[in-house]
């Protein structure tokens, strides 16, 4: 029950963050929603194509399809307090990308891929939803040059794969994991923390 | 033997609208080519990888790959003739997008997918062929700002699960709701409809 | 173990090209990771996706991703000299996309798709590494309409079924085919050898 509040939780931030940049490229609302939609379930999405799951997970049942067209039915009516609340979509977000990294971590496990393999579909999980977004506004996905965003996504899968090693209990090594993504990526926010510059004294 | 006639008919209209998009953006004959394919087949191929229908359709015989080629070498040798017959194309473009959107329908109902479901696979099959050539092209696709597209298509497959629960008869439902697209379709690019506005009273 | 040094050579001259278009996009040291991965893996991943061979390659074994991560880390820490080895990249980039090519043809033989088919999914895993990067670099992709690079995959693929017609060996076929895609385009960059230019004499 808290994994699925956490889930709708973040599939809701992802969509909201969505919703705000299609609006910002005034599309129109069929284009808003699928642009909320790819945010949402793009990566798990890609996640289940590259291992071959299918039909891909959100085809199963009515739960995100309908949370997704209810969260793009309300940004879109309230779309000018939206900013107000940003902060709170943020952390949503963040509470996202760790539960999402985890799922995909676990869907890898579940096909008995590689360890490195499973961290890579976690983290396709948790930012290649923004990366189609980004794709289908005709930019540069964000995830490739601002704060940090997939890196705690990758260290937190890493923790992961020591903790159960060392051993520690799966569900242990699993919440551990989730909540360092978590606050990483907060601290990352909130002191604009990026990855080290690679373009310093004339590198080219 | 109609539908075979009225598939090779949209094929041939969203190949040939690939050919105006690619050569507008000055590509070269293979760019031209690859551009006019996934136009042509693009939304199908995602439906099938989505619902892992695989060899993808358009791999199991000649068929579409010989009509698009063909379509390609006449369409880039008469370029200068095809602004002419826009009527025509968009006309055949309408009633490939009916066709292609039942056709995504019947397939999701091929995989016991939920209603809902084989709606979206069939407005993907109609209408991403669109969104992965502007997607090459580098621009936000037009489906998400321009008159309206994915909608008639959207309606189109809920008529068609409203008729078939009443009980009509499931050819009758089919033919109606092909209709029903291709007919909206035509009207709103007569009468240039778009969805309502979202970005009136200052929303944003 | 030839192939195999191939195919590494190869692997790294895309995941190179990759880190070469994302350093010129200013993007940070996980986006350059990404790029440099989807150019080295993309086609073949798109490959393995629309035939449904799945979980794709470099999910199966650390050779891939091994080899991208150590090219990336170099190619970052020696940017300013990499241009000075454009010609040496150039020309493992040539035998990548020959070997490449033939890999993919084989691989639609092994799922007994048809000659046409075989050769477009050569041509996939050759070139569409690069469609890919460009992509997600917000570019028209380079293939599209530079000097010939996806031309001699598909020649080679035709000259491979022509020779295996005829009939040659199987191996035989398999190298004078690499070695032609390597050589036509190593001939296309020397003197620049484009398409014909479908866009003279107001063709449009």
Known sequence: M???VIDILGTIAFAVSGVLVAMEKKLDIFGVLIIAFVTAVGGGTLRDILIGSTPVFWMRDYTYISIIIGTVIFAVLFAKYLHNFRMTLLFFDAIGIGLFTMVGVEKGLAYDLLPVMCIALGTVTACFGGVIRDILCAEIPAVFSKEIYATPCILGGIIYFILILLPFDVTFAYSISILFI?????????????LPDIYREGNR
């Open 182 to 194: 978590i606050v990483v990526r907060l601290l990352a926010l909130k002191f604009g923390i990026a």
């Open 2 to 4: 808290f994994y699925f």
